[in-house]
């Protein structure tokens, strides 16, 4: 069985820094693209960042670009997103999930194969 499953969410003040874990079991995704998405309460589930299969390749939204780093450590099957200066319009549930290889990186949701349950970030002013 597939899981992916988040870790690392929490409660932290404006310009706090959390890091995010994305384990994943049941098969490797070495060479999938990772993603990270966010929704906050009466909110859309929008695209934050993704990964090709070394990292080499990154895109983030541009909301985030510069504070936020998404990486992969292959030997763990896991993925990370490392914010920083973090602001409350960044509270919601975050998620991770994969998609199958291809040659760019998806920002649609509706190109993920396999989701997280997701863990809350929530970020005080």
């Known amino acids: 069985q597939v899981q992916l499953v988040e870790s690392g969410g929490g409660l932290v003040q404006a310009g706090g820094t959390l890091r995010l874990s994305c384990a994943a079991s049941?098969?490797?995704?070495?060479?999938?693209?990772m993603g990270w998405f966010r929704q906050a309460p009466g909110k859309e589930r929008e695209f934050v960042a993704a990964a090709n299969w070394n990292g080499g390749m990154t895109d983030y939204i541009v909301s985030v670009k510069g504070r936020f780093t998404i990486s992969r450590d292959h030997a763990k099957n896991t993925v990370y997103l490392q914010m920083s200066s973090l602001k409350p319009a960044d509270s919601g549930f975050y998620y991770c999930a994969a998609s199958f290889p291809g040659s760019r990186l998806p920002q649609s949701a509706a190109e993920y194969t396999y989701w997280g349950q997701g863990t809350q970030v929530t970020v005080s002013s």
């Open positions: 049941g098969r490797t995704f070495h060479d999938w693209t």
